[in-house]
């Protein structure tokens, strides 16, 4: 039996995987996905590398736990921003806002950067999941004012937001600055896909 440094089994279990999580979470904080090897966190770790999958069966999988750790404040602080409105024009706005302020703020931009690259199933699955969950709720948004161009819509949204999040980072713009333009940006989008809505409708009354 191993050596643990706790007194159950199952805190050491817990204490170690909370000290790859956190190897994890700096590496990829500090130096991106491509550099997420079982050598990189063994060394961060203080835990023999082939001790690592004990607990996990892939260093891919640390990714997915990593995400797992954030999504709960992160989709917190996106739900309450919604709930100031139930105009989905306004929640839309609120929805791209909040998200940016996460990725700036809070500093989290780094995690929308964890799934770059190729990922082993069941990692995959973690980070997807994370994802879906974060963007299906826009789609839903979309589809009150835009039924048949929803997903478009979305994915331009998205665009906006991973652009804007690139160029604070950079610091390109300054925070203040980001959240006026892309206010101002996907408010001019709402306007178009409503607008391309209104046309559909008048074409489709008698």
């Known amino acids: ?21 956190d190897a994890a979470e700096q590496i990829l904080r500090e130096e ?20 690592i999958y004990r607990y996990v069966e892939s260093v891919d999988d640390l990714r997915g736990l990593v995400v797992e750790r954030y999504m709960p404040g992160w989709f917190e602080a996106v739900e309450e921003a919604l709930s100031a409105s139930d105009d989905p024009r306004e929640q839309i706005v609120a929805w791209t806002i909040a998200n940016l302020e996460q ?41 009150q004012i835009n039924p048949a161009k929803a997903r478009m ?19 390109t713009i300054g925070l203040d600055e980001a959240r006026t333009d892309l206010g101002r940006a996907v408010r001019l989008l709402i ?15 008698p």
Do not use: C, Y
């Open 103 to 143: 990725a700036t703020i809070a500093g989290h931009g780094w995690l929308m950067r964890v799934g770059d690259g190729r990922l082993k199933p069941s990692a995959a699955r973690n980070v997807g999941r994370a994802h879906v969950a974060l963007f299906s709720g826009l789609g839903r948004l979309w589809a």
């Open 32 to 51: 991106g996905p491509a550099a997420l090897t079982a050598g990189a966190v063994s060394s961060r770790a203080g835990v023999a590398r082939n001790s």
């Open 1 to 21: 039996m191993p050596k643990i440094n706790a007194p159950t089994v199952r805190e050491h279990h817990e204490q170690v995987m909370a000290s790859l999580i």
């Open 153 to 171: 819509a979305g994915v331009m949204t998205q665009g906006l937001l991973m652009s804007t999040m690139n160029a604070v980072e950079r610091h």
């Open 191 to 205: 306007e178009m896909f409503e607008q391309e809505a209104d046309v559909v409708t008048d074409r489709l009354d």
